[in-house]
């Protein structure tokens, strides 16, 4: 005889307890294994799309900068033929197509221009690449239009323009372009061309893949052979380049970092000035050669850099900015004027070929003597002193454009004192001042511009086409460059060229050549490329400054933080912007998810696994009492107390590994179970069909190692509660210290006076809060006090209901248990619960417990579809929001605006265009990111980034716009208007947002990579709670322009307007603005969408608490059935003197019921109390009918449960019983 | 013999505390024997016969006084030591012979020696010893469900007995016997204690039982009283 036979005979004896209570360490093992398993599954499964959703794209190349199509090729050729470079233009679209007089639309749609080269990369043999017309549709996109294949849609587009649209001499008018095309084939959701997108997100995108020529050549980015007027050739161009590999079969499916930097270093190697816009044109009449930009002006980083390449090459160099004024007159002869005239800024060099000038009268201006608002200093030249009949110091006045912020151009008038008149020759007579715009400089007069604006051709005087004819752009106004800066800088840049000249004699074409290749080595990041891979191989990644200010050195945090450099390594972005992203690398890392999933599912089975804990707990409790006195036996033949705990202990344990290998199998059932509802009855969650169970080992073994350790600490705590009972007792069969009458009097009385207390202190909390001395402020978490206060009143109701219940069990009710039949069962039943009040309290509070949190759940859905639009909400008092494709540049909130925008309110009925123009529209400006709303389950590094214009920034403060949390200033939105250390960009951003999708909180950074932008930090300042901006970050426009200067107009815009009208006003706008793609939807049905997932977490969250709510109710069947066996000697001797079965049967479920109800009661009024200020509100959608389904579900469970209790106790046989008694 | 004692029981008493104030149950209990004495304690119910056996069993605590066996104070000795104290010197024998359903007659003999440092081999010979002195040789294997009650009594004595303890106690030892049994169970008590050189203390309510034991004693009034010797 030893131990282990010993503890083996008892397995076997008591088998029928042993498997309940592996039953119960299976259900704990299933529920957390199969979390984990859950949690693994929607790794792999996002790992998985992400492979599915790139297919054969390793890197990709994709901005707004366009570049050479070439480009493609010269990099193919450093390639073998596994690997392809496929060229493509990327643009957001809409899309239309009409049948019948209906017309479907979709204002979202990824527009891709391909060839077959990237086709192959989507891995789709099936279907040919478009050609022509052709446009090949995912099931999404054709979904959202009704098309089938052979159908006409029509495609509108923006057009790409150089200079930008929002610029003096950007192009206004003609914007969109629109393209009919025939669906030529439609690819299915499980395709790569189906789901391809490069931003991580389990959403299918609309995507519309046409010609590459096709679209070339309709938005005029096709290949243009240099002609008589045009005598530059202009190459192909594209905005995005994927490089990859065909075949599943090639080698290395995956890129890693080092071949991304090797594709970077060879891009790098091939960037020429056409791809980055630029040119150099030599001006071998005065002997420089001048960097001019497409976009006219020269970007802040291409000015750096071109000023940098020139003092390294020892030239001499000489910016300039020019602008156009519109009028120069004589103030005291409005007679003596002239027209459209070039101003230049310079420095006014001295030395040759850029100085000096010859001055026939003054000098120089002073830019010193400039004062804001005062006239400015300025030199003109001969011709328009004489035109304006002007001498030095005389002053004249001008006329000439800003920029407005919503595409307006005002005039403003401005007076300039002459400081000098200049000779109309030497280096003053150079029409290279001004860079070569097309239709402007190389039209042959005025009337041959193309207008950038309404031009006033009528004043132009003859003298004026002289000018044009002879001199052309050559300025008539000089002033200081830091003036003129001043004056005329946009936040594209404040050069419009830098001119450079050898001090030497050194050839023009040899300058040329050697400027182009420094200024492309520092543009492209060559440079620095060399020095990165040193910080690579060392093993650092930090912001770092190459050859003193010239370049730097920027790696991109946050993005491969997480990863290893040796897998990563260095991503550097150039000035130039151009630069291969591992996107296939970044997917799989973004697949990590945003949310854990095996934390969030322990999470939701919390009650499940508690309940599962407490039925382990009971169950080894039952069969320890039914064994209780061989207990007492073995301590009383000389083992010590902690001897016989472990060989109970071991009992336990080998229950648990057994039941932990089912568990483990269970899990897998389990976790496929949970899969499937996230699949179908819980697809608001993560929104995509493609997920996948996927076991991994090492989850069910930790499922099993956590499981086994929560079943032994039951396990042991069950064994502990033996301890206090002395051996004489275990021998005679008691299983818990016993309490004498005192005792237990005292124990009622404290647990009276702590519910008198909670009582209390609800009671005050609910007068206090009614009568409005608890403040409506926040408290914390955008949780404001009386939320928080209503929920202490809630907790402290069930705390009071529940010490009630351990009071009333403990009253010594002197009073005898009266009357006859059934009713004085009942009493009876009741008066047995205070028996062994700790199990019924314990049960009692197991119940109570779970349904508060239940029923707190359900009370706190929500449903924002039927809230009305509130100032201080989640919808900031707006009705509608909406999202263009093609930026807006006007003001809709004018009728000057709107007009210029398209729209066309006549014949449109008077109410509708009352309601347009009673709208108030609230334009930001987009930077487009990643989704990190809650819609999006990928780990995003850089949501999509909202600028908020002045204006609108002033009425969002002004009207105290949206509900803010744990921002604890008086007027968060100034927040965004500070000032930080280090240049960091203030932003705000939804509470679900940072906490849940980007893991950030208020004073946290991000970093935005730079990407033919500067790049910067942004730090968030103050959150946003439930509001319509989730899934994106706010900051202020002077900011966002100095992140994305190239980002023009207006994408999103918050509506308000008469929420009766909403739908009426969103169909004319999107009509109105179709060619925008303008897409509205109600604030209130976006923040329903964001809800859903939120909603839906919470019916998960019910529906497996509801299941560890009904495996409570187990627990308590098991307690009463503990109850039962105890009391077996009374109950046959009430069967003995003449009590019937029936009589035993209302004994037991009197007490059953009364500890459910109790249990129920405590729980349901605790959690509505808790809610009260939630279920008031107009959104509340609590789902009674479910809720009460539920609870009288777990209570005809409950009952039906101690039916067994019940049968045990009538089973009984009353002789043996009586005698063992 | 006070003086050469192995058993030394002196001025114990035990109160209990009751809603109604505190019960005396022993008021000062003197008691003394060697080894290979037989003692019986009768008294009506409720006069605490079996309270002072499981003191001096060590399965209880005095209020006051103490306990001595062959020179060891039980009650100075940590939970551990009191352990060892009764696996070591102590056997009982109860009414509910509380025999483990799970195990066989010898496993159910050999129960105490799992607490014990001695051989297996050596324990297992003398259970096997034990179990053929009271008759129980041929149903080693059995279950206590397969035994009588007289049967299963004998195996709580051959239980009692195994690591060969100064002290036997027994609690009723034929309280569910019928006269019969409980005759012959009382026999094997006297001889088996007389031939191991264990102090028997037996506490009963049979006086036929008791006749039969050298000592009686009479708990009356918290008191122990000689009454015949």
């Given amino acids: ?54 297919g054969g794209v390793d890197a990709a190349l994709s901005g707004p900068r366009f570049f050479r199509e070439r480009l493609a090729e010269e990099l193919a050729d450093q390639y073998s033929d596994l690997e392809v470079s496929a060229p493509a233009i990327v643009l957001p679209g809409s899309m239309t197509r009409s049948a019948d007089g209906v017309m479907q639309r979709s204002g979202h749609v990824e527009v891709y221009g391909i060839d077959e080269r990237f086709w192959s990369l989507m891995r789709a ?24 294949v052979g159908d006409r849609v029509s495609l509108v587009l923006e057009i790409p323009k150089a200079i930008p649209r929002d610029s003096l001499l950007g192009d206004r008018t003609e914007t969109v372009t629109e393209l009919t095309l025939t669906v030529s084939g439609i690819v299915e959701d499980d395709t790569t061309p189906g789901r391809f997108g490069l931003n991580p997100a389990q959403q ?152 000096p000038f010859e001055y026939v009268a003054g000098g120089p201006p002073d830019p010193a003597a400039y004062s804001l608002g005062g006239p400015i200093p300025a030199v003109i030249n001969e011709w328009l002193a004489a035109d ?33 008149i200049v000779k109309l020759s030497g280096s003053a007579d150079d029409r290279g001042f001004t860079p070569f715009v097309e239709g402007i400089t190389d039209a042959d007069s005025f009337a041959d511009w193309r207008q950038p604006f309404p031009m006033k051709l009528d004043r132009v005087t003859t003298r004026d086409e002289d000018y044009w004819d002879e001199y052309r752009t050559t300025p008539k106004v000089f002033l200081a460059r830091e003036t003129a800066e001043a004056l005329w800088r946009s936040r594209y840049g404040s050069l419009t060229s830098v001119r450079i000249a050898p001090t030497d004699g050194t050839p023009l074409s040899d300058v040329a050549k050697k400027y182009e290749e420094r200024l492309l080595m520092l543009m492209s990041g060559r440079a620095v490329l060399d020095s990165g891979s040193r910080a690579n191989r060392s093993g650092r990644a930090s912001r770092r400054i190459i050859d003193g200010e010239t370049v730097q050195v920027v790696t991109v945090p946050g993005l491969y933080d997480k990863m290893s450099l040796a897998t990563t390594g260095l991503v550097i972005a150039p000035p130039s912007g151009l630069l291969f992203q591992p996107v296939k690398v970044q997917g799989l890392s973004a697949a990590q998810g945003t949310t854990d999933f095996t934390g969030l599912f322990i999470g939701f089975s919390f009650f499940l696994i508690a309940a599962a804990m407490l039925l382990i707990g009971l169950l080894f409790r039952l069969g320890i009492e039914r064994r209780v006195s061989e207990l007492g036996l073995l301590r009383a033949v000389g083992l010590a107390p902690r001897q016989v705990r472990r060989l109970f202990l071991c009992e336990g344990a080998i229950l648990t590994v057994v039941g932990g290998v ?138 009071g209901s529940l010490t009630a219940l351990a009071w009333w069990l403990d009253v010594d009710r002197a009073a005898a248990v ?167 960009i203030p932003v705000l951003g939804d509470m679900n947002t940072l906490l849940y999708s980007l893991h950030k909180g208020i004073g ?154 109790w249990g129920l009661g405590a729980g349901t009024l605790a959690a509505l109390l808790a809610m009260t200020p939630h279920l008031s509100s107009t959104g509340a959608d609590v789902p009674w009918a479910g809720l009460r389904v539920l609870l009288a579900g777990v209570f005809a469970v409950g009952m039906l449960a101690a039916l067994g209790a019940v049968r045990e106790a009538v089973r009984t046989p009353i002789l043996s019983t009586l005698r063992a008694e | 013999m006070s003086d050469a004692a192995d058993l030394r029981v002196s001025g114990l008493t035990k109160q209990f505390a009751g809603a109604a104030g505190t019960i005396d149950v022993l008021t000062g209990v003197d008691l003394a024997m060697r080894r290979g004495d037989a003692a019986v304690i009768t008294g009506p119910s409720g006069s605490g016969k079996s309270t002072l056996l499981y003191i001096i069993g060590v399965l209880d605590e005095p209020t006051a006084g103490e306990v001595n066996v062959a020179g060891t104070i039980p009650f100075r000795l940590g939970p551990i030591d009191q352990a060892k104290f009764r696996n070591e010197s102590v056997g009982f024998v109860f009414q509910d012979h509380h025999l483990l359903p799970q195990c066989t007659v010898l496993e159910n003999v050999l129960i105490p020696t799992l607490a014990g440092t001695k051989r297996t081999s050596d324990v297992e010979s003398r259970a096997r010893k034990l179990l053929e002195r009271v008759g129980l040789q041929n149903r080693l294997t059995h279950r206590p469900a397969q035994l009588s009650g007289g049967e299963r009594q004998r195996v709580g004595l051959c239980r009692a007995l195994i690591n060969e303890p100064l002290l036997l106690l027994a609690d009723e030892p034929t309280g569910n016997l019928d006269q019969k049994t409980a005759e012959s169970v009382g026999t094997l008590l006297l001889e088996i204690a007389a031939e191991q050189q264990a102090m028997l203390i037996c506490v009963t309510h049979s006086l036929d039982l008791a006749a039969r034991f050298p000592r009686r004693y009479e708990l009356t009034a918290g008191k122990l009283i000689l009454v015949d010797s």
């Fill in chain 1, 388 to 420: 304006l009949g002007t001498g030095v110091g005389d002053v004249f006045a001008s006329r000439y454009h800003q920029v407005g912020d919503r595409g307006e151009l005002p005039e403003l008038e401005r007076q300039f004192i002459i400081t000098g």
């Fill in chain 1, 125 to 148: 043999p099936d279907l040919a690449a478009p050609s022509d017309d052709d446009v090949i549709l995912n099931r999404k996109l054709a979904d959202a239009l009704q098309a089938a």
């Fill in chain 1, 818 to 984: 009266r009357g006859q039949g059934s009713g004085a069962m009942v009493r009876l039943g009741l008066r047995n619960a205070g028996r062994n009040r700790g199990r019924s309290v314990l049960t009692a509070s197991l119940i109570a417990a779970a349904t508060f949190v239940i029923v707190a759940v359900a009370a706190g859905r929500r449903n924002p579809a039927v809230e009305q639009p509130v100032k201080n909400s989640g919808n900031g008092g707006f009705t509608l929001v909406a999202e263009t494709s093609v930026p807006v540049l006007y003001d809709l909130n004018t009728e000057e605006g709107r007009a210029k925008a398209g729209m066309d309110l006549v014949g449109i009925d008077s109410g509708k265009r009352d309601v347009v123009e009673q709208m108030r529209v609230m334009p930001f400006r987009v930077k487009p990111g990643e989704n990190a709303s809650c819609l999006n389950i990928y780990q995003t590094q850089l949501p999509t980034i909202l600028g908020v214009p002045p204006d609108v920034l002033q009425t969002m403060r002004d009207d105290d716009r949206f509900k803010f949390a744990d921002t604890r200033v008086e007027q968060p939105w100034d927040l965004l208007d500070s000032q930080l250390p280090d240049g960091r």
């Fill in chain 1, 1004 to 1157: 946290d950074l991000i970093h935005v990579a730079p990407s033919a932008t500067p790049g910067g930090t942004l730090q968030i300042e103050g959150m946003l709670d439930g509001s319509v901006f989730q899934g994106v970050l706010l900051m202020s426009e002077s900011n966002f322009f100095r992140l994305f200067p190239d980002q023009a107009g207006f994408r999103y815009f918050l509506i308000e307007a008469d929420p009766a009208q909403a739908d009426a006003l969103s169909s004319l706008l999107e009509t109105q603005l179709a060619d925008y793609g303008f897409d509205a939807e109600r604030v209130a049905d976006r923040l329903a969408s964001f809800l859903a997932v939120q909603n839906t977490y919470l019916s998960t969250f019910q529906t497996l608490g509801g299941l560890g709510l009904l495996l409570g109710t187990l627990g308590l069947s098991t307690v009463m059935l503990r109850n039962v066996l105890e009391r077996r000697g009374e109950i046959a001797l009430l069967r003995a003197v003449g009590f019937r079965a029936g009589h035993v049967r209302w004994l037991v479920l009197a007490e059953n019921a009364l500890l459910m109800l």
């Fill in chain 1, 204 to 355: 299918l995108p609309a995507n519309a893949f046409v010609s590459l020529d096709s679209l070339q050549e309709q938005i005029g980015l096709a290949h243009r052979p240099a002609s008589r007027r045009n005598p530059t050739e202009k190459a192909a161009r594209i905005n995005a380049l994927f490089f990859g590999r065909p075949e599943r079969s090639a080698p290395l499916d995956i890129t890693d970092a080092g071949h991304t930097g090797f594709l970077n270093r060879e891009l790098a190697n091939h960037i020429t000035l056409e791809d980055l816009a630029l040119r150099l044109v030599t001006n071998e009449k005065h002997g420089y050669v001048s960097l001019e930009s497409e976009q006219m002006i020269l970007d802040s980083e291409t000015a750096r850099a071109a000023m940098t390449a020139a003092t390294e090459l020892r030239l001499i160099q000489s910016p300039v900015i020019v602008y156009l004024l519109n009028e120069l007159w004589n103030p005291n002869d409005s007679d003596k004027f002239s027209m459209y005239s070039v101003a230049a800024g310079v420095d006014f060099p001295t030395s040759p070929p850029f100085g």
């Fill in chain 1, 1 to 54: 005889m030893n131990s282990f036979r010993l503890i083996i005979g008892s397995l076997r004896h008591y088998w029928r307890t042993n498997i309940a209570v592996v039953l119960g360490i299976v259900a704990a093992t299933a529920v957390i294994g199969g979390a984990l398993v859950v949690g693994d599954s929607v790794r792999d499964s996002l790992r998985q799309m992400s492979l599915d959703r790139l």
């Fill in chain 1, 662 to 799: 089912l568990g483990g199998l269970a899990a897998v059932g389990y976790a496929a179970l949970m899969i499937y509802g996230l699949k179908t009855w819980w697809y608001g969650a993560i929104g995509t069909k493609f997920l996948f169970l996927s076991v991994r080992p090492a989850s069910l073994v930790m499922g099993f190692l956590i499981a086994s350790a929560v079943a032994l600490l039951a396990v042991w705590w069950s064994v502990r509660q033996t301890r206090g009972v002395s051996t004489r007792e275990l021998l005679a069969g008691t299983s818990e210290p016993r309490l004498d009458a005192i005792g237990k009097q005292q124990r009622g009385r404290r647990s009276g006076v702590a519910s008198l207390i909670a009582w209390g202190l609800a009671s005050a909390l609910l007068i206090g809060t009614m009568s409005g001395i608890v403040p409506q402020t926040e408290a914390f978490g955008g949780f404001n006090w009386r939320v928080v206060t209503f929920f202490v009143v809630g907790v402290a109701a069930l705390v």
